[in-house]
């Protein structure tokens, strides 16, 4: 490999300058990223990523991003023309005045998973509160049969690296890997759902985001979609309705200890997202926690994202 040469001259004391050359090593070529990346049929796959960059454009240009320096990408969800009409259609046959055609419109819904999430969520949020209404009703019912992961999914890219975070859409059509199994390979972004680097530490949660325990989410009510993250100390004591999603004036310690997230007495951090309220909610006794049924709560919920 060349080398980078380098002129340089010295000064000796009989009166005379040496002149000669420094052969300097070019910059070094940084290491292929090893990462695990995770399809939308909920399989991973542990592999080399030989693209050096990825290209993401966002609301404030376009950015070429090292991949050395990703932690984690979360992937938005890619539709192919014909399916993104298939979905509306669906959607606004939601709005029919026909029990039938709802009921249909709500069963494709349901078959087409997460690839609906995107359209829904933007349909919830229409004007006319019936159509919204049925709109969020499916949008719950679809979350709770999504694994775990799922039922988060926005049409957008997340690149999370040490210090940052670039929301967006990755550019990048395919990435160039190479694997155990397979040898060399070319991923279709619109496979992955997301890649982690096994190198990189995901970033915690930033603790200027982290808000201070509540109570409850009462004083949250109409943030929709939004997702937040408390710092809470567990407790035993409190109300709670539901679970996994509970109304929003169940005591937020308490169910940080329900699902397991904060033992008693302990601290730390809870994330939940703010959802629409369920027809009815299921109590359970959980870690010494017993929540408790209830039926249409009309302040909203909120679902706790599990993995804290």
Same mark, same amino acid.
């Not at 991973?44 to 990825?54: C, F, G, P, Q, W």
């Not at 680097?197 to 985001?209: F, G, K, M, Q």
């Not at 408390?230 to 699902?259: C, I, K, P, Q």
């Not at 009815?280 to 926690?289: C, L, P």
């Given at each position: 490999?060349?080398?980078? +040469?380098?002129?340089?001259?010295?000064?000796?004391? *009989?009166?005379?300058?040496?002149?000669?050359?420094?052969?300097?090593?070019?910059? %070094?070529? @940084? =290491?292929?990223?090893?990462?695990?990346?995770?399809?939308?049929?909920?399989?991973?796959?542990?592999?080399?990523?030989?693209?050096?960059?990825?290209?993401?454009?966002?609301?404030?240009?376009?950015?070429? *991003?090292?991949? +050395?320096?990703? /932690?984690?990408?979360?992937?938005?969800?890619?539709? =192919?023309?014909?399916?993104?009409?298939? *979905?509306?259609?669906? &959607?606004? +046959?939601?709005?029919?005045?026909?029990?039938?055609?709802?009921?249909?419109?709500?069963?494709?819904?349901?078959?087409?998973?997460?690839?609906?999430?995107?359209?829904?969520? =933007?349909?919830?949020?229409? @004007?006319?509160?019936?159509?919204?209404?049925?709109?969020?009703?499916?949008?719950?019912?679809?979350?709770?049969?999504?694994?775990?992961?799922?039922?988060?999914?926005?049409? #957008?890219?997340?690149?999370?690296?040490?210090? /940052?975070?670039?929301?967006?859409?990755?550019?990048? +059509?395919? &990435?160039? $890997?190479?694997?155990? #199994?397979?040898?060399?390979?070319?991923?279709?972004?619109?496979?992955?759902?997301?890649?982690?680097?096994?190198?990189?530490?995901?970033?915690?949660?930033?603790?200027?985001? $982290?808000?201070?325990?509540?109570?409850?989410?009462?004083?949250?009510?109409?943030?929709?979609?939004?997702?937040? /993250?408390?710092?809470?100390?567990?407790?035993?004591?409190?109300?709670?309705?539901?679970?996994?999603?509970?109304?929003?004036?169940?005591?937020?310690?308490?169910?940080?200890?329900?699902?397991?997230?904060? =033992?008693?007495?302990?601290?730390?951090?809870?994330? $939940?997202?703010?959802?629409?309220?369920? @027809?009815?909610? #299921?109590? %359970?006794?959980?870690?010494?926690? /017993?929540?408790?049924?209830?039926?249409?709560?009309?302040?909203?919920?909120?679902? $706790?994202?599990?993995?804290?």
């Amino acid at each position: 490999m060349a080398r980078l +040469a380098i002129s340089f001259c010295t000064f000796f004391s *009989i009166g005379f300058f040496a002149c000669g050359l420094l052969l300097a090593e070019p910059p %070094s070529k @940084p =290491q292929p990223a090893t990462v695990e990346v995770r399809f939308h049929d909920g399989s991973t796959l542990k592999l080399t990523v030989r693209d050096e960059k990825i290209e993401l454009q966002t609301a404030y240009g376009k950015l070429q *991003i090292p991949v +050395a320096e990703i /932690s984690r990408i979360d992937f938005g969800m890619r539709l =192919q023309k014909e399916t993104m009409e298939k *979905i509306q259609l669906s &959607i606004d +046959a939601l709005n029919s005045e026909q029990p039938k055609d709802r009921e249909k419109a709500e069963a494709d819904l349901l078959a087409q998973r997460e690839k609906a999430l995107p359209q829904l969520m =933007q349909a919830s949020k229409q @004007p006319n509160k019936e159509f919204a209404r049925r709109t969020k009703e499916v949008l719950e019912k679809l979350r709770e049969k999504l694994p775990e992961g799922l039922g988060n999914v926005t049409s #957008q890219d997340v690149v999370h690296t040490e210090d /940052s975070k670039f929301t967006g859409h990755v550019l990048t +059509a395919e &990435i160039k $890997v190479l694997t155990t #199994q397979f040898g060399e390979r070319q991923l279709k972004v619109a496979d992955l759902l997301s890649l982690r680097s096994l190198a990189l530490a995901e970033p915690e949660a930033d603790s200027a985001n $982290v808000l201070p325990d509540p109570g409850t989410l009462i004083p949250f009510q109409g943030q929709i979609g939004k997702t937040f /993250s408390f710092r809470v100390t567990g407790s035993v004591n409190g109300s709670v309705w539901g679970t996994e999603t509970y109304t929003l004036d169940s005591t937020l310690a308490a169910v940080a200890v329900h699902m397991g997230i904060v =033992q008693p007495g302990k601290t730390g951090i809870i994330r $939940v997202t703010l959802v629409p309220t369920l @027809p009815a909610y #299921q109590g %359970s006794t959980r870690n010494g926690v /017993s929540s408790a049924n209830y039926n249409v709560y009309p302040a909203g919920a909120y679902r $706790v994202l599990k993995g804290n």
